[in-house]
């Protein structure tokens, strides 16, 4: 589902606590001049895993793919479903100490991997417009189309060639590319706060398939429509200006091709792995920690794709462990040692545990931590909203005390020290 991302905290606070975090590798740094000030300014670059995070004089940016994070940054050739994204980031989250309210969202990929109704190489090859845009290729791929704005675009690659050894034979990328958070906005998306959202998912998966339907493709595999197959037909049409008449001629175009041209078959087969990855189990973990798929599965997965789970994304058990000392939940102050280690807050795999082994006390956390209008969501939803809300309470006290002496004592105002 979710791949890229790149986000930023101006939380000065916040920013030296992620910095001064024992799991970052230095990476390198940069000086530019700033053009509008002349001063000369430092980029400090570190690395966790495959996430970049760029320390500037007034923001710090973290980018890289939750994809790959999710298979200790190896690939992101397998399914990624709704559960694990939301798992991913709540990982991160709590590793870091993130207040997600504070990471606001410049740019995101989100996309499907499923394979073609053909040659996934020659399938690619035949994308030619997005609504009125070209597809040209992108360069830093092989066999990899871009069409778009600076607004939004989408891209189209050959996933097999990109990672052979853990990705099915003819396995296909299609994805939604933001380039301004404007786009995201208009989604309801602004913070990491909107991606631990269930509901959120819904919105990019409905994006997805109504971005195919507005893509092109040539079906060179038949006859039919042959005259349509010809790049130059349809540049001609948008150069002479005709405002409905490219739009037309594609619909007039996909109905002589029918149910099984290709842009219907692969409109299918989105639309089918999407309701797979809805659903929060299509992959599990194996009791040796490697990653076992479900009867959902359309095409069996070559030993070679098996990958060891990364320790910060690794799920987490359905029980405490009693070897380990017992930790407990800042805010709750319950038990979250079945939760993975480093967890400072109660999070899905805690609440998931108290509601199926003590409903009472998980009916207290409900009470206590859900309004009453989300009382009828589902229970994964509750638990998002429930570890929201208990997160907040820590954070929200301490940031509100902090902006009462900002704005009641300011630096410059005379103080006295009693102590």
Known sequence: MLDYIKFEI????????????????????????????????????????????SKHPNKLEVSGSLHKLFNNGL??????????????????????????????????????????PGNVSEVVKWLRFHNKNQFIKYPDLAEC?????????????NKTLNYPEYAQPNLMRFE??????????SKGIETLSDLLKPTTYSVLLKVLLSEWNNVLIFDKRTKKGKRFCNTDFWLEILENNHRNTFVNTKKKYYKMLGEKGLQNLIYK????????????????????????????????????????????????????????????????????????????????????????????????????????????????DQFYYIAHNVRNKFFNEIHNRKKFEQRNYPKQQLQFNFN
């Open 269 to 380: 087969r989105i639309s089918d792995k999407l309701d797979q990855l809805k659903i929060c189990a299509v992959s599990t973990i194996s009791a040796t920690g490697t990653l076992a798929h479900t009867e959902l599965q359309t095409a069996p997965i070559s030993p070679k794709a098996l990958v060891q789970f990364p320790p910060i994304v690794k799920m987490e058990s359905n029980t405490p462990n009693q070897r380990e000392t017992v930790r407990l939940c800042e805010v709750t102050k319950l038990n979250i040692s079945m939760q993975k280690k480093g967890s400072e807050f109660i999070c899905s795999a805690g609440l998931k545990y108290y509601s199926e082994t003590e409903p009472e006390t998980y009916q207290r956390l409900k009470e206590k931590y859900l309004t009453f209008d989300k009382w009828g969501l589902g229970l994964p």
């Open 145 to 157: 189309y871009f069409a778009g704005t600076s607004y939004f675009g989408v891209k189209a690659y």
């Open 10 to 53: 101006k939380n000065t606070d916040l920013i030296k606590r992620i910095w001064s975090h024992s799991d970052l590798v230095y990476k390198s740094e940069h000086s530019f001049v700033n053009k509008n000030t002349g001063e000369i300014r430092t980029v400090d670059n570190r690395q966790y895993v495959n996430l970049i995070l």
């Open 75 to 116: 690939h992101n050739a397998n399914d990624f479903t709704v559960n694990d994204c939301i798992n991913t980031l709540e990982n991160l989250v709590s590793r870091f100490g993130l207040v997600p309210d504070d990471c606001y969202i410049n740019n995101l990929e989100f996309g499907v991997n499923f394979e073609t």
């Open 176 to 185: 939604g590319k933001t380039r301004q958070s404007k786009y995201l906005l």
